[in-house]
């Protein structure tokens, strides 16, 4: 490849392809020892020439080139993902509360209550399309445990449908998250072309 491409290209690839991104490999046609087609890697950068630098799980590290080698993301499970976003949400908190003294951490037992079952069951009880909902939120964690301790008495026994129904009117806009941060603003960008 002779040309290299423009530094705005260069720029779309950095952030199309962040570090931490699983790929597979469709063909590497003129490398004469490719990664065999198939094969998953997770990109490590992308460096000044527009070159995808990845870890591949055969053992080797070689880049790809977009637009010249075939290669698409695999996408990882919502479900997953929000599971990763939520413990680390609850890690959080938990910090918080060891903090607090004995007294107030009774004065906030209903909280506390709310915030590790919602931990403990959110996976099970939502669907991928939820999950996709609730991790466009910053604290996936405080709005579904707030709309659950809002929803139920202390004493109640918790029910997994019924937290399958919270989640639910959350994601169907039931339950107002105005309020709720979002992970990322949107940005306003022209549409870019997939490689």
């Known amino acids: 490849m002779d040309n290299f491409p423009s530094r705005e290209t260069v720029e779309r690839y950095k952030k199309q392809y962040p570090a931490g991104t699983m790929i597979v490999l469709d063909a590497m046609p003129d490398d004469p020892y490719p990664v065999p087609v198939g094969t998953v890697g997770k990109i490590t950068m992308v460096d000044d020439a527009g070159s995808v630098h990845v870890d591949w799980k055969n053992g080797r590290t070689l880049a790809v080139i977009p637009g010249h080698d075939s290669f698409h ?22 910090e918080v509360w060891h903090t607090k003294t004995p007294e107030q951490l009774i004065g906030m037992a209903d909280v506390i209550c709310a915030a590790t079952l919602t931990a403990e069951h959110l996976k099970k009880a939502v669907t991928a399309e939820q999950a996709e909902y609730l991790l466009q939120f910053k604290d ?10 809002e929803t139920h008495l202390t004493d109640d026994v918790f029910q997994q449908e019924e937290f399958s129904i919270c989640v639910e009117n959350i994601t169907e806009g039931i339950y107002d998250v105005s309020d709720y941060e979002l992970e990322n603003e949107p940005e306003e960008s022209p549409d870019l072309q997939m490689t």
């Open 73 to 94: 993301i695999i996408q990882p499970d919502p479900k997953a993902l929000l599971q990763r976003k939520i413990e680390q949400c609850l890690s959080e908190r938990m």
């Open 140 to 149: 996936p964690l405080e709005i579904v445990s707030t709309c659950w301790h």
